[in-house]
């Protein structure tokens, strides 16, 4: 019976043994799955948090280009980082991209029409946060987890639009050897399950299946969107059971009867030490079993004689052979040196108070291996015996090494947000300053402009706006190139810091456009002052490369006089005081007023009109005769713009003429009176008026155009019926190659040239032979006079022989009365136009006058016509 007995103990021992030892198997292989889960989540989070600097500054920037985006984007590539490439896709197609090398394929993938990808760009969008999907596989090649933020941006009405979606990818392989998944020295077996971020329902996409059939230890990985579940093993598997565990258990049941039944028999006094021993035993052993699960060595140590006893487990730790007496030396001699005098003065400090004890060092075992022991004892002292130290001991290296670990990974990832946060800074940085000048640009005038107004106001003062434009800046930056215009930008830039001297707001606003911010008090005159300083230092040269340039500057002014104007609204009056200041002259400046205001209002009216104008065809010619100065027979007519405007009636050009020419329309005006007077002009010809020609008027920003001539040529117009009037300015001695080809066209197709308003600008006799036009026009300023004054009488008839010397018909305008034509006439002229003989007309109104007129020819020398006077 004895042998039975002793026979099923030992295997009963070793079923248990296997048990501590597979307990001890999922305790070390959790430690390294929990190491594996905490890198996961900080190379995830960490690649997809350097993501959100780029898509707050998509958000300030929704028109970005792929330059812009290729130069934020390239900031986040740093050292460690997994990302694979980064992708914009404004309306879910991918347009945007770094790095383009190798990645060319995604451009163009519109994420509705892609089924592997559509899923996650959708619930992105929908779900307004970003979704981790992956592994995925890529157009361009390859695999990636993709996580994909959806971007909104402030729209009309303070509302928000879908922009996109930026994605980063990070790379697979890059990520699993970052976070230790492909090391093989861990001794396990890895499975991650969960793919596109699904948790334990989602589908293996790492790892052998068998993993996760085999019991494994499981931890799960937190992600921005969801989690993964990682699962291990041990590369040989768990410790097994023996087969004959049934048996073994079997033979304990007979044998624990063999031997209970006859102590039940030797009676009660026996039985009850039997039951107390059983007891005992039984604790003795849990506490083994709980021993040796947790890999606990137990010690005793004889304060008085420095003996050591060591269990079995400590000496496995300090990798000595069991069944040896210990001493101090055997202790203190396998501790790390660095440890030592801290471990000895722990050890000191229990004895001299009495206890506990508490300690934690290194040591090295006899193979040279390094490990990290924990040590906890308390002294105590039986009867007639010598005081004791019995403490517990156990390994924790894989607990410091794991604390490093994570300490390595928290450091790492404060490293990835600081990193995050300076290129955040840097983004910001870019988005609100402008490159060149370094000055605050255009979004960051709009962001301080409210507060800085409100803190004007609590001042006691107002905010000012002076919104500079610079003159001629355009004709250095074309004679120059463009590198000197950078130059002066810079040099304005400088010039306005100077001046404001860090008492207002400087900021570079466009082009050649810049802001000062600053605050007026009750006396405004501070700021006309400012303006005279900045636009006296303005005009000082400056040299650049041997050359030596000026501009200056035109300055509009507009002051928050706190009647309840938004701040806003201070750039718009500055810029509508800004082109008052252009149109009077430049270099100068102006301040902002209603009226100024009512007048811009007005014209803006009227401009729109104009437009809408031409839309409708509102423009027409009225046509004013022009007669024979010796016979009064009509030999032609002129075309005069007229606006036949729905409200007002018939608008002279003196309504819109200024207003047309700052809408760049006069030519277009132009064009359509020409077009009309040529259909007017068959139509009289079909009923038999027998007008000769019409003259129409002909803008000096036409005959820049370098679609007349073929304009010209379509209109088939027979030669000597049409005249082209020109301002005299056109015709300086240095005019425009170009324009002079034009003209030299123009007569080459039959039309006459004619100089209008000549004795009031600038043609000289040179311009005359060079030109050679068919007529010149004496100026109603000219022809007035005459009656009365010999003087100017004097300067006409100087002009008339001019004409007369050279061969060009000479016409007057501002004929008034019969009294003019008869001095006319008299001094050679030969074409009269003026109220003496008639007014504007329209097509309708021209035909009924000939006629009228030609009923009455027989009268004509004997009785004065003021026909047309009406």
Avoid at 117 to 144: K, S
Avoid at 562 to 589: F, M, P, T, W
Wanted: with cysteine; proline share 3%.
């Amino acid at each position: 019976m004895a042998v039975i007995v002793i026979a099923v103990g030992a295997a009963f021992a070793d079923h248990q043994n296997k048990v501590v030892s597979d307990q001890a198997a999922r305790a070390d292989v959790l430690a390294k799955v929990n190491l594996i889960r905490a890198k996961l989540e900080g190379n995830i989070n960490g690649n997809l948090q350097l993501v959100q600097g780029l898509v707050a500054t998509v958000v300030t920037e929704p028109y970005m280009g792929q330059q812009r985006f290729a130069s934020l984007a390239s900031n986040l590539f740093g050292r460690g980082s997994q990302l694979k490439n980064i992708a914009g896709a404004p309306d879910l197609v991918i347009s945007l991209m770094y790095p383009m090398d190798g990645n060319e394929k995604a451009i163009g993938l519109d994420y509705r029409k892609d089924e592997r990808q559509r899923v996650a760009a959708l619930r992105a969008r929908d779900e307004r946060e970003l979704i981790l999907a992956g592994p995925v596989d890529l157009r361009q090649g390859g695999q990636g987890f993709v996580g994909r933020i959806p971007v909104f941006v402030r729209s009309a009405g303070n509302t928000e639009r879908f922009w996109g979606i930026i994605s980063a990818v990070v790379d697979v392989q890059r990520l699993y050897k970052a976070s230790g998944l492909l090391d093989d020295d861990l001794g396990i077996d890895i499975a991650l399950i969960g793919k596109d971020a699904l948790g334990p329902t989602g589908e293996q996409f790492f790892g052998n299946e068998r993993v996760a059939k085999s019991n494994p230890v499981t931890a799960d990985v937190l992600l921005p969107s969801g989690s993964w579940r990682i699962a291990a093993i041990p590369k040989n598997g768990w410790p097994s059971t023996p087969d004959n565990a049934w048996y073994l258990r079997a033979i304990m049941a007979v044998a624990g009867a063999l031997v209970v039944i006859p102590f039940l028999v030797t009676g009660r006094l026996i039985g009850e030490r039997q039951r107390n021993y059983a007891e005992l035993s039984r604790l003795s052993r849990r506490l083994e079993l709980a021993l040796e699960a947790s890999a606990i060595g137990v010690w005793e140590h004889d304060l008085a004689t420095n003996e050591l006893k060591w269990d079995d487990r400590v000496n496995e730790i300090y990798g000595k052979p069991t069944g040896e007496c210990r001493g101090y030396l055997d202790w203190a001699g396998a501790i790390h040196p660095d440890d030592l005098a801290g471990a000895n003065a722990d050890f000191d400090r229990a004895t001299a108070g009495g206890g506990p004890y508490l300690s934690e060092y290194r040591i090295i075992r006899p193979d040279g291996e390094i490990r990290h022991v924990r040590s906890k004892a308390i002294i105590y002292r039986s009867a007639n015996d010598t005081p004791k130290m019995i403490g517990a001991e156990w390994d924790v290296t894989a607990d410091v090494l794991l604390n490093k670990d994570l300490v390595r990974a928290k450091q790492l990832s404060e490293s990835k947000n600081a990193e995050l946060e300076s290129a955040k800074a840097r983004i910001e940085h870019i988005a609100l300053h402008d490159s060149l000048t370094g000055l605050p640009n255009r979004r960051y005038l709009d962001q301080v402009l409210e507060d800085y107004a409100a803190n004007a106001r609590r001042a006691g003062g107002y905010a000012a706006l002076l919104h500079i434009d610079l003159d001629r800046f355009k004709h250095i930056n074309d004679t120059l190139g463009h590198a000197a215009g950078d130059a002066m930008l810079v040099h304005a830039s400088t010039v306005l810091r100077s001046k404001v001297d860090g008492e207002g707001f400087v900021a570079r606003i466009g082009g050649d456009e810049f802001v000062v911010l600053c605050v007026a008090h009750d006396d405004i005159k501070q700021l006309a002052l400012l303006a005279d300083r900045v636009i006296s230092q303005m005009r000082e040269p400056v040299y650049y490369q041997g050359h030596r340039c000026r501009f200056g500057v035109s300055v509009g002014i507009a002051v928050d006089d706190g009647k309840d104007v938004e701040a806003k609204h201070l750039l718009v009056n500055a810029d509508i005081a800004l082109y008052r200041a252009k149109s009077r002259g430049r270099n100068r400046y102006e301040f902002f007023t209603e009226a100024m205001q009512s007048e811009i209002v007005e014209t803006k009216r009227i401009a729109d009109e104009i437009l809408g104008g031409l839309e409708r065809n509102e423009f027409i010619p009225f046509y004013q005769p022009q007669f024979d100065a010796k016979t009064l027979e009509i030999v032609g007519v002129e075309a005069l713009a007229r606006w036949r405007h729905p409200q007002k009636g018939i608008l002279a050009p003196d309504v819109f003429l200024r207003i047309a020419e700052e809408l760049n329309v006069v030519s277009i005006i132009d064009r359509n009176i020409l077009e009309q007077s040529l259909l007017d002009l068959e139509g009289w010809s079909a009923a038999n008026l027998h007008i000769p020609r019409v003259s129409v008027n002909v803008s000096a920003r036409r005959l820049q155009d370098e679609e007349l001539i073929k304009s010209l040529r379509k209109l088939n117009i027979k030669k000597g019926t049409v005249s082209f009037e020109l301002v005299e300015s056109i015709f300086l001695d240095e005019n425009d190659d170009f324009v002079t080809w034009n003209l030299e066209q123009i007569k080459a197709l039959g039309i006459d040239v004619e100089i209008d308003d000549f004795g009031t600008g600038y043609a000289s006799i040179v311009s005359l032979l060079k030109l050679q036009p068919r007529r010149l026009k004496i100026d109603r300023q000219l022809v007035i006079p005459i009656v009365k004054s010999p003087q100017r009488r004097q300067v006409v008839s100087s002009i008339i022989e001019i004409g007369k010397s050279l061969g060009i018909e000479v016409v007057a305008e501002g004929v008034e009365t019969m009294e003019h034509a008869q001095t006319l006439k008299s001094l050679g002229c030969d074409i009269l136009q003026g109220y003496a003989f008639g007014q504007a007309l329209d097509a309708d109104g021209l035909k009924a006058f000939v006629r009228s007129r030609r009923l009455r020819t027989g009268r004509i020398l004997d009785e004065p016509l003021r026909l047309g006077r009406v």
